[in-house]
């Protein structure tokens, strides 16, 4: 096991843990925050947490001056193996610096022994671009249809 995988039972916790990272005198941003911070998850959805921190890694993008998408990468146990917001404008400009760019790059980075990822989950706070839904693709399982 990495050190950076987040069991999903710590979900909570992570996102905690960013939302009290943002500091904003924006209204707006303090009412998402608030939103957030308060929101009831629906147990019917089995996807509905990890779809929150998405949101909550958006709200952080934001903050540091970028587009506002957040995105998870979750593995067939259902833990979280990399997360991350939009960069494209901070640090410093990189316009390949997609939410989920960002999150495959880190994957890698983590997991380099990994040969071809199978049965992981991308969740995003916004529609991929071809661009990243291309590179996404490579975490499908393997097709096995008729």
């Known amino acids: 096991m990495v050190a950076n995988k987040v069991k999903r039972t710590r979900l909570v916790e992570l996102g905690v843990s ?58 067939c146990s259902r833990d979280i193996v990399a997360w991350g917001h939009n960069q494209v404008f901070s640090p410093y400009f990189r316009s390949d610096r997609h939410a989920e760019m960002v999150v495959v790059d880190r994957y890698e980075k983590l997991y380099r022994n990994a040969t071809k990822p199978k049965a992981h989950t991308l969740y995003t706070s916004l529609e991929p671009c071809p661009m990243c839904l291309a590179r996404a693709s490579s975490f499908r399982p393997e097709h096995r249809g008729i």
């Open 18 to 75: 960013v939302l009290g990272q943002i500091e904003s005198g924006d209204v707006g941003i303090r009412e998402w925050k608030s939103w957030l911070m308060t929101y009831q998850f629906h147990t019917e959805c089995p996807d509905d947490d990890f779809g929150w921190l998405a949101c909550v890694l958006a709200l952080a993008a934001v903050t540091s001056g970028n587009f506002g998408v957040g995105s998870v990468l979750v593995d």
